[in-house]
Structure formats: structure tokens, C-alpha cells
């Protein structure tokens, strides 16, 4: 087995604001090991992306604070670290990769300066070195003409090539793990695609871990292989990319998958959805957070919080549904007939 | 045969000088049939949002014809002729935070329509107007005082749809409605959008590049690469047997919920060839369009199995 990088332990973080605490992050668990890509799917405000920043320490305390739990990166509890000390982890052993590439490049500066700039602060070497080193970057990750792009402006590039930019630059100091915070999100599917082949070859040859943050389900299924579904501020589900997809366990993964339309959908049929929307997080309900939306909700949902079930060495959810006392709930058809669909389309193709 | 109900001949719409324009729009024609809904899909900057806008007159074309049943929308006309068509098509935005305005409640934004054309002056008729359109985007009637940023996306998204319909229009241009939104709430509003479509008989252009929810939204779909419509046929038809080298790219580029088939999914990259002025629309069979010159066309239908 690989060794682990990264381990989150019992994660809760708030947020001060006027209209009271909002505990926006409530006890998550995960492990990554190396050169593995764990994918963080939810909605928007299920805390997927204060967890990503709170890796970082990139949480404004105040009004962030950090409630309790550990974050320990090779073994090294990274929440008690001042700025400075962090300052030599971010980029050199964590970098991120931000949504909105329009907006996280420094529009005055020429973008070859703006990946120097990182391998100047974290590596002993001469300008010219960083140069180079700056255009080989710019080469990997497939931006044609790279002596020429180099003193070019973000304004001059297009979206897709301003995202390849911002990868540059998290690789500038070759970063053990990359968190990337909905990277392509802001792309057009066929740039997406390639974005995604990229982050998979760098990966490949530099054996990097990703943390991936997204709610595209098509995404995740290409890149992970470990998945984590966030609700509410909490993980409700967790195991591999296969478990997660052909064998979801959580109501609420359940709701994820079948509100997404495939190309095999009857378009006369309407897609399930998950009624209301998600819960006020400076009052979280009592017992399961997602109980309110949960059609398959029995009594003890509303009273109290459902533990994590194992149901594989692997698998993890988070629902009363899995307490031997529960009464057998089958997949929605909806969401079965679709896995089936795929299995049986991988079993013709295997012959 | 339906009726067309929005015919589109030859549409032009540049930007920037004269004399070195950017053709965002450059020359395309298709017709819109009465309840219908036809999905415009292409990678951002395809020209896909300036089509939509242009049919609507938010922009002044620049050549061609927009035809809305038989009459030509952008003709000079008086006053009460552009009121009578600008209540018969309507436009729901794709960003519902920069789309409403955060200054009127919900039910003002509704109201604005009725103020203009001068409907239902009596208050009360109004405020049972406001509720029923509320109520018909699962919405009710308490939210008729609240303001933009008391709602979710979502909601906001159920206000802009709200106002669309609040001139009971017969044709409404979607311009990205759902992109902004979250996946379960995505599928909230489709089958919203369906079901408003199927109570009031609505006729729909569904602008987007979400292909998975175009694919189901639509009966039709268009595909357009800078400035052109490259194919155009049932939706079936286009996800199941494209032929333009630009359709298969796109297909091929959606990842889907299914991870074994996403390992051994590939790619198929996309060189445009240029056309030369002898490119026209080639038929694959009696719905199904594409865009080339013969000899491309040859070409690409020898490299499609049907």
C-alpha cells in the first residue's frame, strides 16, 4: 500500500458573522495517500471549498476560526503553524489551482514573471534558471510558443490557456499535493477535457496527489479515485470512484446521481430531483442534516446524527438507512436503471 | 407538419469597425417550429448568446431577417407594434445574481411587464396575477415581498422565469438559464422549464453548452462553431449519428457519471477546415443538416457510420 500524505482529522470550522456562527465545516474525516486524486463533490455551501482553503491555511481568521481537528500533512500537524512557517509549505508542498483562471492571474504582470516569481521565492536559483525553468513549464503543460507567451500579458491568452498558466505556476515549485478547486468549472467541455488529460499526465509523471473539487459527477468520474460527497458541512459519503458510482449508499448521492440527465435518458420522462435546497448553516438541524430533503427519512433522522457505516473496507456513508435495524431501501429505479445501463454496456463491450 | 414559428434567414450580426469586423454571427439560418424546443449549443464565443440576442432585437443586426410568425422583428416599427411583439417573446438570463434587479422585490420584477403594457390596472387582479406566476414556478405568494438576495440561486432563477412568463409570451429564449446553478437544482428548473412548456405551449430556444441537459431538453438541436451552424437535426439523431468533425469532437469531449467507460473514453480532436463560399447545408436524411461544401461533406459522411 501507498504511504499517506495527507490526513484530515475531524476538520470543524466557523465563521463569525453578525447573524451568528456558521459552522461551516462539521468534523471531516479523509485520508489521501500519494499519487492518488481524491474528488470533493457537493453543492455550492456544502463546504467542500472551505475545507479545500483550510488545507492551505487560507482561511481569514477572523472571521474564519479553526474549531478543532488536525490536519497533518507527512505527519506534520499543519493547523498550529504561524504565516511564516506556512508561507514555505504553500506552493513548495501544497499549491492550488483556483476556478476562475480570468481572475486569479495578476493582470499588470506579464504572466513569465508571475511564475518566476514562485520559483524564486521557494528555490535557490539564478534568474535566468528561473526563466528557463519557467518556459519548460509552460512547455509541459502545452502552451505552444512558450519564449513568446512568456512575455505576454493574461489578457493576450484565452480562458483555457490562462488555466493552463495557473497550473504552471501551482507546479512552479513541484508541489507534493495539488488542490484544485473547481479547475474547470469556467471551461468549455472540449477545453475541460483537456485540462483534465493534462492534470492526469502531470500526474502520472510526477506522482502528485490532487484533492479535486467539483460538482460535475462526469468530471469526478473521469479523474478520481476516491470520492467524498459533502452535505451540510460534513462527508456523508466516501470510498472509490466505482463504489461511489455503482454502489451509492447515501440518499443523497443517490439524489446527485439521478439529477443528472445521461445521453440514454427518455427525454419525456422528468429528471428526479432533490426537493428544497440545502440547510441554514448557523442553525444545522438536529440529527441528519439531510433529512428535510430525504424522501426515505424515518423518524430517528430528525433526532439523531447517523455515525459513518462501513459497508466495504473502503466505503463509508453516512445514513440511518445503514443501521441493521433499518428497513431495506432499494436505489431509485431511476438511478439503478442507470447503473445497470452502464454495467450491461461494459459487459457487451468485454463480449 | 408543425407550424414555423420563428424563421431565422441568413443572420449577420458584427462587432468592432466596419471595416475589420469580429463576425460573431455570420450568416446562419434555421427555423423554429411552434412547440418545439431547439437547443443552440457551441464552446463559449461561438456566437450561440449573440444569435439568441440579436433574434430579440437586443442588438441591431446586421443583415439578414428574423421572421416571428411571418412578421420581420427587426422591420422599424411604431410603438405599439414593438409592444405587441416584445409581448410575445420574452428572455430568461443566465445569471440570476446580475439579472434581477437587487432595488425591487420579486413581485415588482414580475409587475414591470404589466405596468408597461398596461395590464391588469386593477390592484387586486394584479396581485392574483403576481401569486399565480409564482405559484407556477413553485414559488408562493409571502415571496412576492422579499428582494433579490433573500433568495438562493435557484429561487432567483424560479423570479426570472416568472417574469418571462408574466406577459404570457409564446416563444421565451433561455440564454444558459441553468449553467449557474447547482446540479440538484439544475434538475429543479428543467423540469420546471418542461413543465411550463407543456402547460402553456411554449416554444423554446434553449441556449447552452451543457450537452447532457440540451441533449434532454430538446427536441432539436442546432450546433454552431464560430459564427456558423455547422449541424442541425433531431437531437437523436445528432448524439447518436453526427457528422460534422466539430459535433464528434464535442461528444466526445462529455465526461459522464460512469467511471469505466471514462477510462477508456478518447478524445477526438478538432481541426476547423476552412469552407470556401460554395459550402451549403447537405442533407443526412430529411431532419438532418450539415454545413460544409460538397466536398467535405463527401468526405465526412464516408467517415460516419450510419
Known amino acids: 500500500m501507498s504511504e499517506t500524505i495527507l490526513k484530515v482529522k475531524d476538520l470543524k470550522i466557523n465563521f463569525k458573522t453578525y447573524a451568528g456562527i456558521v459552522q461551516a465545516v462539521r468534523g471531516v474525516n479523509f485520508e489521501l495517500n500519494v499519487g492518488e486524486t481524491l474528488a470533493i463533490v457537493g453543492e455550492s455551501g456544502s463546504g467542500k471549498s472551505v475545507t479545500s482553503n483550510a488545507l492551505m491555511k487560507l482561511i481569514p481568521q477572523p472571521p474564519g476560526i479553526y474549531e478543532s481537528g488536525e490536519i497533518l500533512f507527512n505527519g506534520r500537524d499543519l493547523i498550529p503553524l504561524s504565516d511564516k512557517e506556512m508561507t514555505k509549505v504553500r506552493g513548495n508542498d501544497i499549491a492550488m489551482i483556483f476556478q476562475d483562471p480570468m481572475t486569479s492571474l495578476n493582470p499588470t504582470m506579464k504572466i513569465g514573471r508571475q511564475i518566476t516569481e514562485v520559483i524564486l521565492k521557494h528555490k535557490k536559483v539564478t534568474r535566468s534558471d528561473a526563466k528557463n525553468r519557467a518556459i519548460e513549464l509552460l512547455t509541459q503543460v502545452g502552451i505552444p510558443m512558450p519564449e513568446k507567451r512568456y512575455n505576454q500579458y493574461p489578457h493576450e491568452f484565452s480562458g483555457g490557456m490562462r488555466q493552463r498558466v495557473v497550473i504552471a505556476i501551482a507546479l512552479a515549485a513541484d508541489p507534493k499535493l495539488l488542490i484544485a478547486d473547481e479547475p474547470t468549472t469556467a471551461l468549455d467541455v472540449t477545453i475541460q477535457a483537456q485540462i483534465l488529460e493534462l492534470m492526469k499526465e502531470i500526474q502520472k509523471k510526477s506522482n502528485t496527489s490532487i484533492i479535486f473539487i467539483t460538482h460535475d459527477l462526469g468530471v469526478v468520474a473521469n479523474i478520481a479515485d476516491r470520492v467524498a460527497v459533502m452535505y451540510a458541512g460534513q462527508i456523508v459519503e466516501y470510498g472509490t470512484v466505482n463504489e461511489i458510482f455503482y454502489n451509492p449508499k447515501h440518499p443523497y448521492t443517490w439524489g446527485l446521481l439521478g439529477s443528472m440527465p445521461d445521453l440514454d435518458n427518455k427525454s419525456d420522462e422528468l429528471l428526479r430531483t432533490i426537493p428544497g435546497s440545502p440547510p441554514d448553516l448557523i442553525h444545522p438541524p438536529k440529527g441528519d442534516a439531510f433529512a428535510p430533503r430525504n424522501e426515505f427519512a424515518m423518524a430517528i433522522d430528525y433526532e439523531k446524527e447517523p455515525p459513518m457505516f462501513q459497508v466495504s473496507e473502503t466505503h463509508f456513508a453516512k445514513t440511518w438507512l445503514l443501521h441493521p435495524d433499518a428497513p431495506e431501501i432499494p436505489i431509485p429505479d431511476a438511478v439503478a436503471r442507470r447503473i445497470e445501463g452502464f454495467l450491461a454496456k461494459e459487459d457487451q463491450v468485454n463480449g | ?306
Open chain 2, 1 to 306: 407538419m408543425a407550424k414555423k414559428l420563428v424563421e431565422i434567414k441568413n443572420l449577420k450580426q458584427y462587432f468592432g469597425s466596419p471595416s475589420n469586423p469580429i463576425k460573431a454571427v455570420d450568416g446562419i439560418s434555421f427555423d423554429i417550429y411552434e412547440g418545439e424546443t431547439l437547443g443552440l449549443v457551441g464552446e463559449s464565443g461561438c456566437g450561440k448568446s449573440t444569435t439568441g440576442r440579436s433574434i430579440i432585437r437586443l442588438y441591431d443586426i446586421t443583415g439578414g431577417e428574423v421572421l416571428f410568425n411571418g412578421e420581420n422583428v427587426h422591420d422599424k416599427k411604431s410603438g405599439k407594434d414593438l409592444k405587441k411583439f416584445n409581448r410575445e417573446m420574452q428572455m430568461i438570463f443566465q445569471d440570476p445574481y446580475a439579472s434581477l434587479n437587487p432595488r425591487m422585490t420579486a413581485g415588482e420584477i414580475i409587475a414591470e411587464g404589466f405596468i408597461i403594457h398596461g395590464l391588469y390596472k386593477n390592484k387586486k387582479e394584479r396581485q392574483e396575477k403576481i401569486t399565480s406566476l409564482l405559484e407556477a414556478v413553485g414559488l408562493n405568494k409571502e415571496h412576492a415581498n422579499r428582494y433579490a438576495h433573500e433568495f438562493s440561486g435557484g429561487q432567483r432563477q424560479r423570479i426570472g422565469i416568472a417574469r418571462a412568463l408574466s406577459l404570457d409570451p409564446s416563444f421565451i429564449i433561455a440564454d444558459e438559464p441553468i449553467s449557474a446553478l447547482d446540479v440538484s437544482i439544475q434538475a429543479q428548473v428543467v423540469n420546471l422549464l418542461k413543465q411550463i412548456q407543456k402547460d402553456r405551449g411554449l416554444t423554446y430556444l434553449f441556449i447552452a453548452h451543457d450537452l447532457s441537459m440540451v441533449k434532454y431538453i430538446s427536441d432539436r438541436i442546432a450546433v454552431m462553431y464560430s459564427g456558423k451552424i455547422v449541424e442541425v437535426g433531431p437531437a437523436d439523431d445528432i448524439y447518436n449519428s453526427p457528422v460534422h468533425p466539430y459535433t464528434k469532437s464535442l461528444l466526445s469531449a462529455i465526461p459522464l457519471p460512469d467511471p469505466i467507460s471514462e477510462t477508456k473514453r478518447t478524445r477526438i480532436p478538432y481541426t476547423h477546415e476552412e469552407q470556401d463560399e460554395t459550402a451549403s447545408f447537405h442533407p443526412v436524411n430529411d431532419k438532418h443538416f450539415v454545413y460544409g461544401t460538397e466536398k467535405s461533406f463527401q468526405k465526412w459522411m464516408n467517415n460516419t457510420s450510419i
